[in-house]
């Protein structure tokens, strides 16, 4: 049985380790899809994943990346065939079943999504979960009521992946988008994709949070949750719509129900990871269309597959800007 290249994720002697070894497909998890991986991407949590510093990974050993684009090798659903082009993100890919960083993949058909019509497999990994989580937040907010005529959107962690495609993709949609940002060095790179205005948030006095403050958003899509979750529910207008999205600040929210009760504000978890069909399909096609960020290719950069391990500090030391995606086919 033909072999292929992986980057498998273990614990040794209590500590996690990851590097690349050889697999061939009968150590590969069950699944009715089995898919030759062109591309995936790198996510903060996939650097988390794989050097131990956050606890992600539920089972070891594990090959990671949450997401994966590629062809079909081989089926047993129906709605998947040979040569047909797909995606596969969340659910337990890459964190408890093997994921994107490996040549060969195999999953159940439940978490494969055909490729849209004009969207490459490239640009499929450049949106990645990230796109798709952005892109869920933007939804699940204009089917709250959200439009651009409400007022303005604030997005936090607007550099990160997550941040960056939802900035992007709000612009686009004729909102004006106030980028918050701790990285001032950023602040062209916030404007070139569409930011009104750029807000840096070490000149937020967050030791003070008012219950209600004055109201200066309509919307809002925060990656990190802690005090400034609480700071933006405060400051929310009438009617206001929050996607909270993540926490990499703190998954700690200390507020009151204030901004809920007597503004009518709307806190919406958005969980990209077990979204089923067909709102998964629905999402991916707007993506495609009226959702594609327009300045996709400027936030993404290219790495070999042998380069990957590299970019996990990237990641970790937040120094990571926008989205990578990795060649795993071109090794």
Not at 290 to 315: G, N, Q, V
Request: glycine share 12%.
């Amino acid at each position: 049985m033909k072999s292929f290249k992986a980057l498998l994720i273990e614990e040794r002697d209590g500590k996690v380790c990851s590097g690349f070894v050889e697999m061939n497909e009968s150590q590969l998890d069950p699944g009715e899809v089995t898919i030759r991986v062109a591309h995936s991407s790198v996510n903060y949590k996939d650097a988390l994943a794989a050097t131990g510093k956050g606890k992600i990974i539920r089972r070891f050993p594990c090959v990671g990346g949450i997401d994966l684009a590629g062809t079909v090798i081989a089926s047993a659903d129906p709605r998947f065939a040979p040569g047909d082009s797909v995606i596969a993100t969340s659910f337990d890919i890459g964190v408890a079943h093997h994921g994107g960083y490996a040549e060969i993949a195999r999953v159940p058909a439940d978490w494969v999504v055909p490729l849209p019509a004009c969207l490459a497999l490239f640009d499929a990994m450049a949106l990645g979960t990230a796109g798709f989580t952005a892109a869920l937040g933007i939804v699940r907010m204009e089917e709250n009521g959200l439009s651009p005529a409400k007022g303005s959107v604030i997005v936090t962690g607007a550099t990160g992946g997550v941040g960056s495609l939802a900035v992007d993709m709000l612009a686009r949609r004729g909102y004006h988008v106030v980028a918050l940002t701790g990285k001032a060095a950023e602040a062209d790179y916030l404007r070139s994709l569409g930011a009104a205005e750029v807000m840096l948030r070490q000149n937020l006095d967050l030791s003070k949070i008012r219950p209600l403050d004055r109201g200066r958003w309509a919307g809002a899509v925060d990656n990190l949750g802690g005090d400034v979750l609480a700071w933006i529910a405060s400051t929310m207008e009438q009617g206001g719509t929050i996607a909270s999205i993540g926490l990499a600040a703190s998954m700690t929210l200390n507020t009151t129900v204030a901004p809920f009760i007597l503004r009518g504000v709307s806190l919406l978890g958005v969980d990209s990871g077990y979204i089923r069909e067909p709102y998964r399909r629905g999402v991916w096609q707007r993506l495609a269309d009226d959702l594609r960020p327009p300045h996709l290719a400027t936030m993404t950069r290219r790495i070999a597959f042998d380069h990957l391990p590299a970019t996990f500090d990237e990641f970790i030391a937040g120094k990571a800007k926008g989205r990578v995606v990795v060649d795993v086919a071109g090794s």
